[in-house]
């Protein structure tokens, strides 16, 4: 029994040494671009080691006095020769063991490159004014890969603004908004390009809102869908857009006489805005664009400046903030102006405070939530700063009367 335990063990080395070549040899097999001459490399190795081993069995068991100087010698001769042999075979391999990591800094090493579409020859045969021939060449890499967005994207806007093709633009992004069914940021994108262009080639108001309708229809709870109906509240209407293409005749008023006569210089003063009228088109334009910020906005301050009247400011604010999908960057603009004019219209540090608390809660990681933090922390001095005297003529409440609910009434004649 005990005889047989070296025997084992030289077994278990065999198969260890097996275990771990057949390992490497498949991963490198796995890695290699030439199997077949991996395979071949392999074959070798296993040819060299196997007569190296044979020859140096021979040499030893045929030594009648031991391991001799001759024995020995012809050992290390077989062997050299082996490493030479097998030196030359695997050199290019443990070049690439030895120096990838070095030699990957600079040209990526082994890791396989994703393949992308390239558009710069397209883009320099527009630049040139070659317009089919850039169109051809975008087709070809949409060939390579079909659905590309930026691909199919260049291609409507070579259509549109190079060939005039508004028609074949359109269909373009028809399909394009097929392989972005489900992406909004690509789907609002091109849509609001195929919008620009019916107005500024087709002069077609009408056709740029339906583009942009279709954005809160397939997008309908995304901020995409909210800037879209931001936009849709401020299309130029098409008599403006008609009016733009025509010559506009000048009209001088009257202007002073005798200008050099006088003892001092003449000055021109641009017209005041009413903000009664202002508040009347606000109040009339919101009526059909609730969703308008803009002109929200612009109400909210008339109310608060003007009026005096910082309750129905920030009722319009407010709105404001509870639309839905509103961006977060124009949250924290509204949230911010509502403390302004708490301060400045009616030194209420307290609800200037509540409204930048408002700032940290709705997004407590971010670069607004640490401005807001900031803020708060100066607030007794802004207000120190913005604080003025503010007159309040007789009268004043009594022109307020039916503000809310309809357009300021002229005053009486």
């Known amino acids: 029994m005990s005889s047989l335990l070296p ?19 498949y991963r490198w097999l796995k890695k290699s671009d030439d199997a077949a001459r991996l395979v071949s490399k392999w074959a070798i190795t296993v040819v060299m080691v196997a007569i190296t081993w044979w020859i140096a069995a021979r040499s030893i068991a045929g030594s009648t006095g031991g391991l001799d100087y001759g024995t020995a010698f012809v050992v290390v001769i077989a ?35 994703v393949p992308t579409p390239f558009y710069s020859i397209a883009e320099a045969k527009r630049k040139q004014g070659k317009y089919l021939e850039s169109v051809a060449e975008i087709r070809k890499q949409l060939a390579r890969f079909p659905g590309d967005f930026a691909g199919t994207l260049m291609l409507a806007e070579v259509q549109a603004e190079n060939l005039n093709d508004l028609q074949g633009a359109q269909v373009t992004i028809e399909r394009l908004l097929i392989a972005s069914e489900r992406n909004a940021v690509n789907g609002s994108v091109a849509l609001n390009r195929l919008a620009d262009w019916h ?8 056709s740029a809102r339906a583009a942009l309708e279709r954005v809160i229809q397939m997008f309908p709870d995304t901020e995409q869908a909210y800037l879209a109906a931001q936009r849709i ?10 009016d733009k293409n025509e010559r506009h005749r000048v009209r001088l008023g009257q202007y002073q006489e005798n200008i050099g006569l ?10 005041v805005e009413d903000p009664a009228a202002v508040a009347s088109e606000l109040l009339r334009h919101l009526e059909q664009h609730p969703q308008d910020g803009e002109a929200r906005e612009r109400l909210a301050l008339i109310y608060a400046e003007h009026y005096q009247r910082l309750d129905l400011g920030a009722e319009e604010l407010e709105r404001l903030l509870a639309q839905p999908n509103v961006p977060a960057k124009q949250a924290v603009r509204w949230l911010n102006m ?6 400045q219209h009616a030194g209420d540090l307290a609800g200037a405070r509540e409204a930048l608390e408002r700032v940290v809660d709705c997004f407590p990681h971010s670069a607004a939530a640490e401005n807001a933090k900031h803020r708060m922390a100066h607030l007794a001095m802004e207000l120190r700063s913005k604080k003025k005297s503010q007159v309040v003529k007789l009268g004043s409440y009594e022109q307020n009367l039916g503000l809310k609910g309809k357009p300021p009434l002229p005053p009486a004649h």
Not at 233 to 242: D, I, R
Not at 262 to 271: G, K, M, V
């Open 7 to 25: 025997r084992l063990d030289t077994l278990l080395e065999v198969v260890l040494c097996a275990v771990i070549i057949g390992w490497v040899f």
């Open 79 to 113: 062997c050299a020769f082996c490493g030479i042999v097998l030196g030359l075979t695997w050199a290019s391999n443990i070049a690439d063991v030895l120096g990838g990591p070095l030699t990957s800094l600079y040209d990526g090493g082994d890791q396989e490159v």
């Open 199 to 206: 107005l500024r080639f087709g002069q077609d108001p009408d």
């Open 233 to 242: 509240a401020h299309l130029t209407p098409a008599g403006m857009l008609a």
């Open 262 to 271: 006088l003892r001092e210089p003449a000055t021109t003063h641009p017209p």
């Open 338 to 343: 509502l403390a302004d004019l708490r301060v």
